[in-house]
């Protein structure tokens, strides 16, 4: 399983950014696909989420209503649209996959992940 970030770079506050993951290897059609990131000194932060079965998604408030997770199954590929940044979301951002259960994509355990991809939030 091999996924591969980008769309990462330099954005001034209250920008846009839309990162991608490309998908390749995964041979379960039920999968969940997750972005995380980690800032510097900070803990490592799971904030959002898409199941490949139904589009089923999930956000932790610091992001709900800015960032906006999508799929294009014939692509293989995952979005993460990000509005409104702040310079608290500069960090580096991963995405993963799970091919294990759970009944939603937070509850998965995500077990392939990527090399992860660079944002930065500043003037």
């Known amino acids: 399983v091999q996924l591969t970030e980008s769309g990462g770079g330099l954005v001034q506050p209250g920008g846009s950014l839309r990162l991608s993951c490309a998908i390749s290897?995964?041979?379960?059609?039920?999968?969940?696909i997750g972005w995380f990131r980690q800032a510097p000194g900070k803990e490592h932060e799971a904030f959002t989420c898409?199941?490949?079965?139904?589009?089923?998604?999930y956000y932790v408030d610091s992001v709900k209503d800015r960032f906006t997770i999508s799929r294009d199954m014939p692509k293989h590929t995952v979005y993460l649209q990000m509005n409104a940044l702040e310079p608290e979301d500069t960090a580096h951002y991963y995405c993963?996959?799970?091919?294990?259960?759970?009944?939603?994509?937070?509850?998965?355990?995500?077990?392939?992940w990527g090399q992860g991809t660079q944002v930065t939030v500043s003037s």
């Open positions: 993963a996959a799970s091919d294990g259960s759970g009944p939603t994509c937070q509850d998965k355990t995500y077990g392939y």
């Open positions: 290897g995964l041979t379960s059609g039920d999968y969940a």
């Open positions: 898409i199941s490949s079965s139904d589009g089923s998604t």
